[in-house]
């Protein structure tokens, strides 16, 4: 089978949907990542997930240089007293996560949107990472997370996404 951007996908029964080959993404450096997709064949319209996608694939640094202050954000509501990480602003903010390489294509069962979501390792929350949200182009950082996103876990959920869209 072949999706629009991704090439040839295979099935893969761990994500109960279909993983790409090797794509290289802009937005993280031109590193080559597999796609997860969920949902692909029982959605009435997968032509969303096309667009989805290539406009996540068009997306380039820009976006993350852009993120930086809401994931500042997400960063200093998630500080605790405990917490001995400091970082001094957004500026360098991104230099404090490591950025994942499985973009997650979903349709949020809440609002029917479709996001590519990026699960991140955090220096300040280590044990759970970050979670990138590009829904509709703009990266949004949404709450950390521990799982797969799935049924009970949607990215675009109200009350899930901490800040507001970045352009």
Request: aromatic share 8%; net charge negative; proline share 8%.
């Given at each position: 089978m072949e999706i629009p951007g991704l090439g040839v996908v295979a099935e893969d029964d761990a994500f109960e949907g279909y993983r790409s080959g090797a794509v290289g993404v802009p937005v993280l450096g031109g590193i080559d990542c597999e796609f997860i997709v969920q949902?692909?064949?029982?959605?009435?319209?997968?032509?969303?997930?096309?667009?989805?996608?290539?406009d996540f694939l068009a997306l380039d640094s820009a976006a993350l240089i852009a993120a930086r202050p809401s994931i500042y954000a997400h960063y200093l509501a998630s500080r605790h007293e405990a917490h001995q990480l400091r970082i001094p602003g957004p500026?360098?903010?991104?230099?404090?996560?490591?950025?994942?390489n499985e973009p997650e294509?979903?349709?949020s069962e809440t609002n029917g949107r479709i996001s590519v979501t990026l699960e991140c390792e955090c220096r300040w929350e280590p044990d759970r990472g970050l979670r990138l949200v590009f829904l509709d182009g703009p990266v949004r950082p949404a709450r950390a997370c521990a799982g797969r996103i799935g049924a009970t876990e949607d990215p675009a959920?109200?009350?899930?996404?901490r800040t507001t869209?970045?352009?």
């Open positions: 949902g692909y064949d029982e959605d009435d319209r997968p032509e969303d997930f096309h667009t989805a996608i290539r500026d360098s903010v991104l230099e404090y996560v490591e950025l994942g294509v979903i349709r959920a109200p009350g899930s996404v869209p970045m352009v």
